[in-house]
Nanobody, 123 residues
Framework: VQLQACGGGLVQAGDSLRLSCAAS????????MGWFRQAPGKEREFVSA????????YYSDSVKGRFTISRDNAKNTVYLQMDSLKPEDTAVYYC?????????????????WGHGTLVTVSS
């Protein structure tokens, strides 16, 4: 599975952005998809995840209520709608695919990673 994330950019606090992650291959619908981010000088952290069927979603406390993850298995794409952005959301955002069921928020449980897309939120 190859993943390509896009949609990042420079926005002001309070604005919205939608990230997309397109996957190659015909097995996209079997993978749990996740979004992680890494801010300058910090470790990569979990943001959100969605089950293969799209039936369950997960969020970190820092984004819950502001971000929404979704997927379109027909288009092999996962999205991250980010609303009410804050300067602390500034980071490189990565999408990832996991074959395993467990470890929703553990980066080491994800098998494939895309190149990141930079999100910068100015105050």
């Amino acid at each position: 599975v190859q993943l390509q994330a896009c949609g990042g950019g420079l926005v002001q606090a309070g604005d919205s952005l939608r990230l997309s992650c397109a996957a190659s291959g015909r097995t996209f619908s079997t993978y749990r998809m996740g979004w992680f981010r890494q801010a300058p000088g910090k470790e990569r952290e979990f943001v959100s995840a969605i089950r293969a069927s799209g039936g369950s979603t997960y969020y970190s406390d820092s984004v819950k209520g502001r971000f929404t993850i979704s997927r379109d298995n027909a288009k092999n794409t996962v999205y991250l709608q980010m609303d009410s952005l804050k300067p602390e959301d500034t980071a490189v955002y990565y999408c990832a695919a996991a074959a395993s069921y467990s470890g929703v928020n553990s980066s080491d449980r994800y098998n494939y990673w895309g190149h990141g897309t930079l999100v910068t939120v100015s105050s």
